[in-house]
């Protein structure tokens, strides 16, 4: 059941902070996706629009080209030379021309266009200035609409341009341009603001003791893409609580060039904890907020919280230490874009496991694992505030809480960035070695009686 403490309290009531019930993995993966429903399709500008997906057709709004214009620098010209020259624009009679550059408007009575290369100057027996045809002419030319686009040559109004359903892409962008669209309506996608706690936390150069490098800024945004959210831009704060509710209120991105769009998540980092320099669940019960999430019985990871302000917003809490943060995003993360942007639940596969993985009454463990001879060894280095393990890894484990035997199928999730979970092999073919067959070879010896843990082999 989802615990909802921020409700009843009030900023005169402190929340008690040691308190709380947490999900259990699965829990907390189906609450996040069932806290959110679908945004709604709405216009954006065609500057943002790529890659989403067109709620409606486009359609012609007028005949494209919308006027007859010239597909070559010339003369526009009515009926056969010599052509007296009048001022252009203006009506052209027959025996008339006037000059004109490619996409110039022809002008009224304009029936051809005599290209430069095929035109010469010359004077009529009166002295006048003509236009006849002349260098590399051909018999005959111009014809009647001869380099002439017509008006409604690529699409007359009313007709559909690109179809509902379409994944825009940058020709997509073009053609509602030149149909005159400043914006398109498209499905909803959840813009995801950042907010990046911690007064120890740099943003560039190498760290002395007692600071870290922030290791959220550069990685953050193109997960929260490949989530199928929309980078809103970051800010950074300190650890006061007064920081805290300012931002919670409003972040206001720093990074240039974030598309200006109201946040629908804003993910924090750090803060999550139960010290008196955590303050996520403070600022959120001080803005009326309730919480989704408040925990989850898993590792690491386990103090991620979900949160909903009363704007509508979604707050998710990552933890501060990098691989949790991490865990809990895809947790949390993953099922809550998924839900705001039309999306599934993510799906979770099986893999065999390639070690043998002791029980840990009461928490599900994510492991990130390296995949060796097709089976998952969990990866080294993966602390909850190391990256290393989590940036060679093949994906990621769900070790329930009593543990894996070795080459049992085990639940797992693939990296947004990673390639897919290879299925499990068919039921009662053994997972081998690649040379598992060819003669004195260890692996073929020992593979043959069973599984083998692998998992001395990671470096
Ligand atoms: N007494 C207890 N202490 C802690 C518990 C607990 O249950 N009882 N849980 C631990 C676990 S697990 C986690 S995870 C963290 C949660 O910490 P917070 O979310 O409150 O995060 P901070 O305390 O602000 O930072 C934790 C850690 O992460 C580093 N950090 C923060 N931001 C960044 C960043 N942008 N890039 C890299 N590293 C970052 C920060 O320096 C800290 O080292 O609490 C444990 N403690
Ligand atoms: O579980 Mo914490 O979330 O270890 O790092």
Request: with cysteine; hydrophobic share 40%.
């Amino acid at each position: 059941m989802t615990e909802e403490p921020g409700k009843e309290r009030s900023s005169a009531d402190p929340p008690e902070k040691a308190r709380h019930a947490a999900h259990t993995w699965e829990e907390a993966r189906q609450a996040a996706f069932d806290a959110a429903t679908p945004i709604p399709a709405g216009p954006v500008p065609l500057h943002l629009a790529l890659g989403r997906i067109l709620d409606q057709d486009v359609v012609a709004l007028q005949d494209m080209p919308h006027y007859a214009s010239s597909a070559m620098d010339g003369w526009a010209v009515n009926g056969t030379g010599p052509w007296i020259l009048v001022e252009p624009g203006t009506r052209l009679a027959p025996h008339q021309a006037s000059p004109i550059v490619t996409g110039g408007l022809i002008p009224p009575g304009g029936k051809g266009v005599l290209r430069s290369e095929s035109a010469g100057l010359g004077k009529d027996e009166d002295g006048l200035p003509v236009l006849m045809t002349g260098g590399s002419a051909r018999p005959g030319e111009p014809r009647t609409g001869q380099h002439i686009r017509k008006a409604g040559e690529e699409a007359l109004e009313g007709d559909i341009l690109v179809k509902a359903g379409a994944q825009l892409n940058p020709a997509h962008l073009a053609l509602a341009a030149l149909a005159g669209y400043d914006e398109l309506p498209v499905q909803g996608k959840p813009v995801v603001r950042l907010l990046l706690t911690g007064s120890e936390v740099i943003g560039e150069g190498i760290p002395v003791p007692g600071q870290v490098r922030d290791t959220f800024g550069p990685q953050l945004p193109a997960v929260v893409t490949m989530l199928g959210g929309i980078a809103g831009g970051q800010q950074r704060i300190g650890d006061s609580y007064e920081e805290w509710l300012a931002a919670l209120e409003d972040v206001v991105p720093e990074a240039p060039g974030a598309p200006d769009l109201p946040a629908d998540v804003v993910i924090t980092t750090g803060g999550t904890g139960r010290s008196g320099t955590d303050h996520l669940r403070d600022a959120v019960a001080e803005l009326g907020g309730r919480l989704v999430i408040d925990g989850i019985a898993m590792r690491p990871g386990h103090p991620a919280v979900l949160a909903e302000l009363p704007d509508g917003r979604f707050v998710l809490g990552l933890p501060g230490n990098p691989l949790a943060a991490m865990m809990a995003l895809s947790t949390v993360g993953a099922p809550l874009l998924a839900a705001l942007g039309h999306g599934r639940l993510p799906d979770i596969q099986e893999v065999p496991c390639g070690s043998i993985i002791e029980p840990d009454p009461g928490r599900t463990r994510l492991m990130p694992f390296r995949l060796l001879y097709g089976m998952a060894s969990p990866a080294q280095h993966t602390g909850p505030g190391m990256m290393r393990g989590l940036a060679s890894a093949d994906g990621v484990m769900v070790v329930p809480p009593h543990g894996v035997q070795l080459g049992e199928l085990v639940p797992a999730f693939a990296l947004p960035w990673g390639p897919p979970i290879p299925a499990p092999a068919a039921p009662g073919s053994k997972a081998k070695p690649r040379n598992a067959a060819r003669p004195g070879r260890t692996a073929a010896k020992t593979a043959a009686s069973g599984p083998v843990d692998w998992s001395a082999l990671l470096g």
